[in-house]
């Protein structure tokens, strides 16, 4: 047995309604099955139910038991293991028949970790990283704008860039930042221009969303990037925040009310449900369809933790010859991998569970795996290049841009 923790370490704070939460809990395990990290390791410390057995033991305890000096340890190994090895993909939760928040349970427990000095050294670096920069990858501010230039929107992107407009394109860390999802964001501002909506950006004063930090365990961290982020939309008359990232929407559209404790100021909108306007609007047109088979990933923050399931269907349909459901899709849609930090953590197991969505795409005949996520899509074109596999992955803002005959 290496180092153990106690409660009095530790620290585990949960609120009321989570106490109920594991209490209810009875430990039937039909959240087991469902776990893709558990699916792909058959860890048993990596299933849901061992995850509420370990809060169980790591909550405070009673007065009765505090002057009694009751206090249960557990291995810090394995606590570190079941909670870090998981991309907080919401699934167990999804599959619960007591209806669990399970997620909010998962994020307390890294809460408790982070105040606590005991989480792992790979995510206090990346954390160090993204106070200093203002996002995960170490990047100078000026990237933010160092993109439109590789694809000849330069022009476009300084006309945009701190102009006042109703409607504000809020970029995000990895599709501003990492050249496997820069695509996503030059077919959205072609898309922009080609629908002549006035548009505006933060530019250069963007900084991550605070969605990573949220997942590290610094709350209040979370709350000051993303207010800032809000407050800065609104000095440009911003009515509409558009996102192209699932986990920037969930922060704007709903982590920021329940941070804060009231709505956000200004309607948050995904790009798929902007597309999906367009296109039924008739503000953007598409000459022919593309002759394509496509297999649509719902990303976990878009459909399971969002509820946004239809909008990229109903785009998809509106662009592409034939669209085919994945095995596990919509609210039951299987994590990527791509969630949770997964990536400083366990790359290994990321990659195994990219991969595994790969080969049900290929299963399908799809001729494209498309999906409406930079992190699912970095995730799985990575998979695909280490796994040897060729299948061809995009976003659907790539698809919709295609088909209206714009190009980058």
């Known amino acids: 047995m290496g180092e153990e923790v106690t409660s009095a370490k530790l620290s585990l704070s949960l609120r009321r309604m989570q106490r109920v939460y594991v209490d209810t809990c009875t430990r039937c395990g039909l959240c087991i099955p469902s776990c893709p990290a558990y699916e792909l390791t058959l860890d048993h410390r990596l299933a849901p139910s061992y995850k509420v057995k370990l809060i169980r033991t790591l909550e405070a305890p009673s007065a009765i038991g505090r002057l009694l000096g009751l206090r249960k340890a557990v291995d810090v ?123 505006t950006t933060l530019g250069e004063r963007e900084r991550c969303c605070g969605y990573p930090l949220l997942i590290l365990g610094n709350r209040e961290e979370a709350e000051r990037y993303l207010s800032r982020n809000v407050e800065l939309s609104l000095s440009l008359g911003a009515k ?7 986990s920037c929407y969930r922060m704007f559209k709903t982590v920021y009310g329940e941070l804060r404790g009231s709505p ?73 991998g791509g969630g949770g930090l997964l990536q400083a953590f366990n790359n290994s197991l990321r990659l195994k569970m990219a991969r595994r969505r790969l080969e049900e795409a290929l299963a399908a005949r799809a001729d494209v795996l498309a999906s409406a996520c930079p992190g699912c899509k970095s995730t799985l074109v990575e998979a695909a290049r280490e796994g040897g596999l060729s299948v061809e992955v995009v976003d659907v803002v790539e698809l919709v841009a295609r088909a209206v005959g714009l190009s980058w």
């Not at 991309?87 to 994020?107: N, Q």
């Not at 509409?240 to 699932?246: A, E, F, I, S």
């Open 240 to 246: 509409r925040l558009v996102t192209v990232c699932p």
């Open 77 to 199: 190994e394995t606590l570190l293991t079941a909670t870090y090895n998981c991309a907080l993909c919401g699934r167990c939760e999804e599959s619960c028949p007591f209806g669990i928040d399970t997620v909010s349970l998962w994020l307390s427990l890294r809460e408790s970790l982070h105040s606590s000095g005991l989480n792992p050294e790979p995510l206090k670096g990346l954390e160090d990283q993204l106070l200093k920069s203002g996002n995960p990858y170490g990047a100078p501010p000026s990237m933010r704008a160092y993109w439109p230039e590789l694809f000849g929107l330069d022009e476009a992107f300084r006309r945009a860039a701190g102009r006042r407009a109703d409607t504000v394109l809020f970029m995000g860390c990895t599709p501003a930042l990492r050249s496997a999802a820069q695509d996503i964001l030059a077919a959205t501002v072609l898309i922009l221009e080609k629908a002549r909506e006035g548009w």
């Open 264 to 336: 956000p100021p200004l309607q948050v909108v995904h790009v798929t449900q902007l597309l999906a306007e367009y296109l039924t609007k008739l503000r953007l047109e598409v000459p022919r369809k593309l002759g394509v088979r496509v297999a649509y990933h719902d990303p976990c923050d878009l459909a399971r933790a969002s509820r946004v399931v239809e909008a990229p269907r109903l785009v998809i349909r509106e662009v592409a010859q034939e669209l085919v459901e994945l095995p596990r899709s919509k609210l039951r849609t299987s994590c990527c």
